[in-house]
């Protein structure tokens, strides 16, 4: 079955340091894949997303994401934390057929400490 | 309108009470998603519009849970004899169509509780 795993749970940074979020998941094929940030009392914002070709994306907020076939991770990035990126982030995956059933994964919360 | 609408934003409501939950999608969207996400845990998908149609609606937890769009804008979440475990927040989120350079926008969802 597919899934996804976010295997931290909460993770704190100091402004101004660098971040990274961790993302595998388990599909059959190369899925289409995403990240979401979701701000308090807020809907699901899109980061960025990969489909094919370059496996380094570029999102917004100065966020990216590598996607590496052989461990099967999507794993976000940012060089400079800032604290407005306090938030929860999800990542997502969907098949490339039918790609609207995306399978999302538990979250990971940010915390920034000034 | 500009983003993804979802009204109420919250709806508390006793156990065994009918609600219904509305989305209002980005203008000329055809396709419309209603994903669930209980505490701690990632939207779960519910079910998928495209038009008026519900195309897939497979991840509808059991018959208490009806969506419709008769129009193809608008669409309303239906739960009758609501359950506690029922309490979660449902998300909408709409898109132009379905495809690979398609990406959803979310509303903010409506917080239900269940008493």
């Known amino acids: 079955a597919q899934s996804v795993t976010q295997p931290d749970i909460h993770i704190t940074v100091s402004e101004g340091a660098s971040l990274e979020l961790r993302c595998n998941y388990s599909?059959?094929?190369?899925?289409?894949l995403f990240w979401y940030v979701q701000s308090p009392g807020q809907g699901l914002q899109l980061l960025l997303k990969?489909?094919?070709?370059?496996?380094l994306v570029q999102g917004i907020k100065g966020f990216e994401a590598e996607f590496k076939r052989s461990q099967s991770s999507f794993n976000l990035r940012k060089p400079s934390v800032h604290w407005s990126d306090a938030a929860e982030y999800f990542c997502?995956?969907?098949?490339?057929?039918?790609?609207?059933?995306?399978?999302f994964g538990t979250g990971t919360r940010l915390k920034v400490l000034a | 309108g500009a983003g993804v609408s979802q009204t109420p934003s919250n709806k508390v409501t006793e156990k065994g009470k009918y609600v219904e939950l509305r989305c209002d999608p980005i203008?000329?969207?055809?396709?419309l998603y209603w994903y669930r996400q209980s505490l701690g845990q990632g939207p779960e998908f519910l079910i998928y519009?495209?038009?008026?149609?519900?195309?897939?609606d497979s991840g509808l937890p059991n018959d208490r849970f009806f969506a419709v769009r008769p129009e193809g804008s608008v669409s309303t979440l239906k739960i009758q004899r609501t359950e506690r475990g029922d309490s979660a927040v449902y998300l909408c989120?709409?898109?132009?169509?379905?495809?690979?350079?398609?990406?959803?926008?979310f509303g903010s969802g409506t917080r239900l509780t269940v008493v």
């Open positions: 989120a709409s898109s132009p169509g379905t495809g690979d350079s398609y990406g959803y926008t």
């Open positions: 599909y059959g094929a190369t899925p289409y």
């Open positions: 990969y489909f094919s070709g370059d496996t």
């Open positions: 997502a995956v969907a098949p490339t057929s039918g790609t609207y059933k995306y399978i």
């Open positions: 203008s000329g969207h055809t396709a």
């Open positions: 519009f495209q038009g008026t149609g519900a195309a897939d």
